[in-house]
């Protein structure tokens, strides 16, 4: 740390967001007192401040958070930080086309991850020579020793392997450390890793390379002898100072970002709204250079391919490595360099939640795209059916989530996307839904839609997506026996406008509503109605859901084995009506 923040490193301590600044990742975000420390030395942090480590109040976390303005992103959760550090990289070499460059300290222990190593797959693929990790081979884990423990050659071979340029040092000497970032910072085409063995409590006598002090402080009875020993050793006559940034970072805008042409569709015609999210992209990218995709091998399925046909140098193709591409897209919208869409499989997003989490930790503002959401899949299988993904999205606490149900509200929602702060989900579907917005129709995070409704309503139906087609459907059957229905687009589930559901709902005769959603029962459009509606005594919610695991099937097979098809809706209604009287 000493190495990098005084001699290899060229930021303005003052200006730690500065864009110009070299990047920092702290992957092992439990050694958090080194790098708070470490900003302490350059004058950014008050000494007093670290005394206040972990305190209620303090901005000084267990681990690192972007409260601290020389934190880009929160790490703690192992493997995580060196794809965030491949997305900065990235966005510097290929967006930027900057000098900054970005280092990114590894432990040993979470080199067991299975992310770390597609972060190491995807720099040594798009050679991010302006990368450079660090791997503290300390030999400890936090229970018991690394499984290489000191095998730094193994280390190696793995790192070769992953076209690394690999560099072997004793982690305690600042002789070998400064040769090897220079070493490291002269190589034209790939990243770096510098494989440190180190000793973990170096110096200190009955902690050094022992087990049982991962987290753990000193006894205060043996700080004052430790403190003298390891003062003999520092040199306090020079003051140190780091090296001045070159200032060539553009100047980057990404404030109200605007569809470059609005929907342009006909009247019932039909559209997959993941076929619509394609266009809305490119839309959006004719109109800010700065928004750009990433996509798991899954872009001729969600429709990014026509950004990438359109923009091929703002797409970056992650590969079916779906936790790194998240973490990569973490990365290149830190400093709010670049505006991020991230699409895939909706059930393959499933597989970055831990990375999801920690983008909201990491206060990101990256826009998740899953298609092939619900049964409506149909032929392909469970396996490929997002049926639990509404329940992930809103147990984040920054999310914000899109449930269009038309290719027209689906532009709409990319747009809104854009310009929205925190986790943006945006759920879209593989059938091709009919249209049921004008072009000119004007959505808003928050706001229903109310689509049907009548002096004869008897209960308000609440859908989304394929069931809102099939509940359009049933409605207009049900019309024709004299039966009325309200029926209501929420277009996003999370916020969920309450506020209009309940007022059109007081005024149905029954005073009922039925969801009805591609998606499991559990943490769904029901349950968050039911939580809506919970401090009102007399509406009550019927909740109509996918009730188990799926099979192999037509779309339409699937919807009425499930009872969520126009069929299942009228019966509903009808059994509700009937009940009530």
């Given at each position: 740390?000493?190495?990098?923040?005084?001699?290899?490193?060229?930021?303005?301590?003052?200006?730690?967001?500065?864009?110009?600044?070299?990047?920092?990742?702290?992957?092992?975000g439990?050694?958090?007192?080194?790098?708070?420390?470490?900003?302490?030395?350059?004058?950014?942090?008050?000494?007093?401040?670290?005394?206040?480590?972990?305190?209620?109040?303090?901005?000084?976390?267990?681990?690192?958070?972007?409260?601290?303005?020389?934190?880009?992103?929160?790490?703690?959760?192992?493997?995580q930080?060196?794809?965030?550090?491949?997305?900065?990289?990235?966005?510097?070499?290929y967006?930027?086309?900057?000098?900054?460059?970005?280092?990114?300290?590894?432990?040993?222990?979470?080199?067991?991850?299975?992310?770390v190593?597609?972060?190491?797959?995807f720099?040594?693929?798009?050679?991010?020579?302006?990368?450079?990790?660090i791997?503290?081979?300390?030999?400890?884990?936090?229970?018991?020793?690394?499984?290489?423990?000191?095998?730094?050659?193994?280390?190696?071979?793995?790192?070769?392997?992953?076209?690394?340029?690999?560099?072997?040092?004793?982690?305690?000497?600042?002789?070998?450390?400064?040769?090897?970032?220079?070493?490291?910072?002269?190589?034209?085409?790939?990243?770096?890793?510098?494989?440190?063995?180190?000793?973990?409590?170096?110096?200190?006598?009955?902690v050094e390379?022992?087990?049982?002090?991962?987290?753990?402080?000193?006894?205060?009875?043996?700080?004052?002898?430790?403190?003298?020993?390891?003062?003999?050793?520092?040199?306090?006559?020079?003051?140190?100072?780091?090296?001045q940034?070159?200032?060539?970072?553009?100047?980057?805008?990404?404030?109200?970002?605007?569809?470059?042409?609005?929907?342009?569709?006909?009247?019932?015609?039909?559209?997959a709204?993941?076929?619509?999210?394609?266009?809305?992209?490119?839309?959006l990218?004719?109109?800010?250079?700065?928004?750009?995709?990433?996509?798991?091998?899954?872009?001729?399925?969600?429709?990014?391919?026509?950004?990438?046909?359109?923009?091929?140098k703002?797409?970056?193709?992650?590969?079916?490595?779906?936790?790194?591409?998240?973490?990569?897209?973490?990365?290149?919208?830190?400093?709010?360099?670049?505006?991020?869409?991230?699409?895939t499989?909706?059930?393959?997003?499933?597989?970055?939640?831990?990375?999801?989490?920690?983008?909201?930790i990491?206060?990101?503002?990256?826009?998740?795209?899953?298609?092939?959401?619900?049964?409506?899949?149909?032929?392909?299988?469970?396996?490929?059916?997002?049926?639990?993904?509404?329940?992930?999205?809103?147990?984040?606490?920054?999310?914000?989530?899109?449930?269009?149900?038309?290719?027209?509200?689906?532009?709409?929602a990319?747009e809104?996307?854009?310009?929205?702060?925190?986790?943006?989900?945006?759920?879209?579907?593989?059938?091709?839904?009919?249209?049921?917005?004008?072009?000119?129709?004007?959505?808003?995070?928050?706001?229903?839609?109310?689509?049907?409704?009548?002096d004869?309503d008897?209960?308000?139906?609440?859908?989304?997506?394929?069931?809102?087609?099939e509940?359009?459907?049933?409605?207009?059957?049900?019309?024709?026996?004299?039966?009325?229905?309200?029926?209501?687009?929420?277009?996003?589930?999370?916020?969920?406008?309450?506020?209009?559901?309940?007022?059109?709902?007081?005024?149905?005769?029954?005073?009922?509503?039925?969801?009805?959603?591609?998606?499991?029962?559990?943490?769904?459009?029901?349950?968050?109605?039911?939580?809506?509606?919970?401090?009102e005594?007399?509406?009550?919610?019927?909740?109509?859901?996918?009730?188990?695991?799926?099979?192999?099937?037509?779309?339409?097979?699937?919807l009425?084995?499930?009872e969520?098809?126009?069929?299942?809706?009228?019966?509903?209604?009808?059994?509700?009506?009937?009940?009530?009287e």
């Open positions: 740390m000493s190495v990098l923040f005084f001699h290899v490193m060229k930021y303005k301590p003052q200006d730690p967001k500065n864009p110009n600044n070299d990047r920092f990742v702290l992957s092992k439990h050694a958090a007192p080194i790098l708070y420390a470490a900003w302490a030395e350059v004058g950014y942090l008050n000494m007093d401040q670290l005394l206040s480590l972990r305190k209620m109040g303090s901005i000084l976390e267990g681990h690192p958070v972007p409260k601290l303005a020389f934190v880009d992103v929160a790490t703690g959760s192992l493997g930080g060196l794809g965030a550090a491949c997305g900065m990289a990235f966005t510097g070499k967006f930027d086309k900057a000098s900054y460059r970005v280092y990114c300290l590894l432990g040993d222990g979470e080199s067991s991850a299975g992310s190593w597609e972060a190491m797959a720099a040594s693929f798009y050679k991010l020579n302006n990368l450079l990790a791997l503290d081979v300390n030999r400890l884990g936090q229970s018991e020793p690394a499984p290489l423990q000191h095998k730094v050659e193994l280390y190696r071979k793995r790192c070769d392997a992953f076209g690394w340029n690999t560099e072997m040092v004793d982690g305690h000497s600042v002789e070998e450390l400064c040769k090897a970032f220079w070493q490291g910072n002269m190589v034209p085409d790939k990243p770096t890793v510098i494989i440190a063995k180190t000793l973990k409590g170096k110096g200190i006598e009955g390379d022992k087990e049982n002090w991962h987290g753990k402080p000193i006894p205060s009875e043996n700080v004052e002898e430790i403190l003298n020993t390891l003062q003999v050793g520092m040199l306090k006559c020079k003051k140190l100072s780091p090296g940034p070159v200032e060539d970072a553009p100047v980057v805008n990404i404030e109200e970002i605007k569809l470059a042409a609005p929907p342009k569709y006909k009247h019932a015609e039909k559209v709204t993941r076929k619509a999210y394609g266009t809305a992209l490119a839309k990218g004719r109109g800010n250079d700065r928004v750009i995709a990433l996509d798991g091998d899954t872009k001729n399925s969600t429709f990014s391919d026509a950004f990438r046909k359109e923009y091929p703002r797409f970056i193709e992650c590969f079916i490595a779906e936790q790194n591409m998240v973490s990569v897209g973490v990365g290149c919208c830190a400093r709010n360099r670049t505006v991020v869409f991230i699409s499989f909706g059930v393959f997003l499933t597989r970055a939640f831990d990375q999801i989490r920690m983008a909201a990491s206060e990101s503002n990256i826009n998740l795209v899953g298609s092939h959401c619900g049964i409506s899949v149909g032929e392909d299988g469970p396996s490929q059916m997002a049926l639990e993904d509404l329940a992930m999205f809103r147990a984040i606490p920054t999310s914000t989530i899109f449930y269009p149900s038309d290719a027209v509200s689906t532009e709409r990319v809104l996307a854009a310009n929205t702060k925190g986790i943006c989900f945006i759920r879209t579907s593989r059938p091709e839904t009919t249209i049921i917005y004008k072009n000119t129709e004007i959505f808003e995070v928050g706001k229903a839609k109310v689509l049907r409704k009548t004869k008897m209960l308000t139906v609440v859908a989304a997506g394929v069931t809102m087609q509940t359009l459907a049933a409605a207009a059957l049900l019309a024709e026996e004299e039966v009325y229905i309200r029926v209501i687009d929420p277009f996003t589930i999370k916020p969920l406008d309450d506020k209009t559901i309940v007022c059109c709902t007081k005024g149905t005769k029954t005073k009922r509503i039925i969801t009805v959603e591609d998606h499991y029962y559990q943490g769904g459009l029901g349950e968050a109605m039911v939580a809506a509606v919970a401090m005594p007399y509406i009550m919610v019927h909740c109509m859901a996918v009730s188990g695991v799926p099979n192999s099937a037509t779309s339409a097979e699937l009425e084995k499930f969520i098809d126009a069929k299942a809706i009228m019966k509903t209604v009808k059994d509700i009506i009937e009940d009530k």
